[in-house]
C-alpha cells in the first residue's frame, strides 16, 4: 500500500505561486506515475500534471502548461508541484495520486488507486 500526504496549499493573489508536496510512503516501486489532481466545487475532477518516476518524463493539462511545473525528490520521496502566475480559475482542491507502473498515454485514466486526502487552494483576483 501507497501513502500520499500533501501539503502547501493555502491563499494566493492572481498572479503568485505556491509549492504543493506530496510525500510518498509504504510500498514504493521504482516505476511509479504520479498524478496532481485539482477539483473545485461543482466541477468534475482534472488532471493538472503526471510525472513518471522512472525517467522524470512530465506530462501538463493544457490550462496549466508553462505556469505549473511537476517534480520529484527520490531522496525525500516527495513529488511537488510548483504553481506560478496562479489564476483565480486554478481555485480548487488539489490532490496527489499514484499509480504503479508507467504513465502511458492516458496518464490522466490510470485509474490511480493511491490518494493523498488533498490541499486547498484559493486564488483571488
Known amino acids: 500500500r501507497v501513502q500520499l500526504v500533501e501539503s502547501g496549499g493555502g491563499s494566493v493573489q492572481a498572479g503568485g505561486s505556491l509549492r504543493l508536496s506530496c510525500v510518498v510512503s509504504g510500498d514504493t516501486y521504482s516505476t511509479m506515475c504520479f498524478g496532481w489532481f485539482r477539483q473545485a466545487p461543482g466541477q468534475e475532477r482534472e488532471g493538472v500534471a503526471a510525472?513518471?518516476?522512472?525517467?522524470?518524463?512530465?506530462y501538463y493539462a493544457d490550462s496549466v502548461k508553462g505556469r505549473f511545473t511537476i517534480s520529484q525528490d527520490n531522496a525525500n520521496n516527495t513529488v511537488y508541484l510548483q504553481m506560478n502566475s496562479l489564476k483565480a480559475e486554478d481555485t480548487a482542491m488539489y490532490s496527489c495520486?499514484?499509480?504503479?507502473?508507467?504513465?502511458?498515454?492516458?496518464?490522466?485514466?490510470?485509474?490511480?488507486?493511491?490518494w493523498g486526502q488533498g490541499t486547498q487552494v484559493t486564488v483571488s483576483s
Open positions: 510525472i513518471y518516476s522512472l525517467d522524470g518524463s512530465t
Open positions: 495520486a499514484a499509480h504503479v507502473g508507467d504513465c502511458g498515454g492516458s496518464y490522466w485514466d490510470l485509474g490511480y488507486p493511491y
